[in-house]
Every structure is written in C-alpha cells, then in structure tokens.
C-alpha cells in the first residue's frame, strides 16, 4: 500500500524540494500551503490542501478533506515555519507570536488533528523539522530558537504518548541547508555561515529526505523521541 505523506510549508524551500523528491517515489502527497502556491502540478497521487495552520478549525478541515482524498494519513512532516530575526530587545510581541504559531503551534495542531486516525490505523510516523540552532542559539533569533527548542520537547512527549500505538515521533535538527531561508542572509554572511562549519558546505534536501525515508520504513519503528541532527558538524 503506498503511504500518505503529509508536507505542511510545501510551497517554501526546504518543504518543496521535499515534495519533488518524494513525487519520484511511491507514495501518495498531501502538500500544503498557505498563500503562496505549490510549483508540483496536482495528479492522482499528488493533492494540494490550503489551510492557515495556526487556527486548530482550518487543520481539521485540512485533515478532514486529506481523508476523504486519499483516505488515510501515515506520515506527518511538520515543516512549516518562518524567521523574522531581531536582537530579543527589539523582537515585537506580534513577531514573537507569530513564529511561535507557525513554527510551534502549527505542528502541535497538525499532529493532535491526525493522531485519532494513525492510532485507528495503530500505525504512524511524525516527524517535526527543527534546527541546530535550537540547540545553540544564534543571535537575532529568540523566537526563532525558542519555537525550534518547542518541538524538540513536544517531540519527546509526543513519542512516549504514542509508542503504544505504533506511532513513533522524531525531530530533525537541521543545519544550514542550500534552499529556504538561507536565501534572506547577505552574501558576505552566508560565508561565514559556510565557514564555520566543519563540513564546508551547505547541506543538501537529499540529506533530509533519504533520512526521512529510513524513518518510515517498518525497521526504523523502534526509533521515536530522538532528536537527529543534520548539521555537516555543526553540533554534536
């Protein structure tokens, strides 16, 4: 049976190179966005699904109408999410919040929404997308490490709650990559950012999907509530 794949940011960097390397593969797409559009045409295995994730009513719909597609969800990838960079004395409360919600919130959301129907199934797999520098820190970025630290503990939870079920949860913390929000930082900074890790090199999508991949195959079922981390040794 070809696993549903729900890719929540589907139409940002990271969550659409992603969805094109998973539309080689077998499986049926759930990709959602929320203002701009998707750039993988709609086909029998591949759907788009609107929905603002920070209102819990819109994920249920957006839930909702993913079952009565394809009938069934196996995999949740949370990787929805935003920067807005400010030192945290000058980080406005509406900024805060709206990281929080769309970072944090959202995969809380998503992931309370689709549990009813992978623990029916008694099987499933969530997986959150997070950063190396919510284990770090890095400077003009409190919310943003803070929301990305959120789901390394709401992953833990998440697993101890729901490894009766066959559901594992786990987060990846990711480094720099070549696509997404690297593409807001300067030139000149963006060196310094290769430089200071050890690999010397942006990380590649491949990397996070062919991990993924190993994630949702049945041998990888007793592996829930880690945190793995794909940084080119940036953090250890």
Do not use: C
């Amino acid at each position: 049976m070809e696993k549903v794949i729900l890719i929540t940011g589907a139409s940002g960097g990271m969550g659409g190179a992603l969805a094109r390397l998973f539309k080689s593969a077998d499986v049926k797409l759930a990709l959602h966005f929320n203002t701009n559009p998707i750039d993988i045409e709609p086909s029998d295995s591949v759907a788009h699904f609107q929905a603002d994730l920070t209102e819990q009513e819109g994920v249920d719909k957006m839930v909702s109408a993913i079952l009565e597609r394809f009938g069934r969800i196996d995999v949740i990838v949370n990787n929805a999410g935003i920067s807005k960079s400010a030192m945290s004395w000058k980080t406005e409360s509406d900024a805060w919040r709206e990281t929080m919600a769309i970072n944090l919130d959202a995969a809380f959301y998503v992931s309370k929404a689709a549990i009813p129907i992978m623990r029916k199934q008694k099987s499933g797999r969530i997986i959150n997308i997070s950063s190396v520098v919510a284990q770090t820190g890095f400077i003009g970025t409190a919310a943003y490490a803070a929301s990305k630290a959120g789901l390394i503990g709401l992953t833990k939870t998440l697993a101890k709650e729901l490894i009766g079920s066959g559901i594992t949860v786990n987060v990846l913390a990711l480094g720099y990559f070549n696509v997404g929000m690297i593409a807001d930082v300067p030139e000149d900074l963006r060196k310094q950012v290769v430089e200071s890790i050890p690999a010397k090199r942006l990380g590649d999508p491949a990397t996070v999907y062919e991990t993924i991949q190993w994630l949702i195959t049945e041998e990888a079922g007793y592996v829930t509530g880690q945190t793995v981390n794909l940084n080119g040794g940036l953090y250890s």
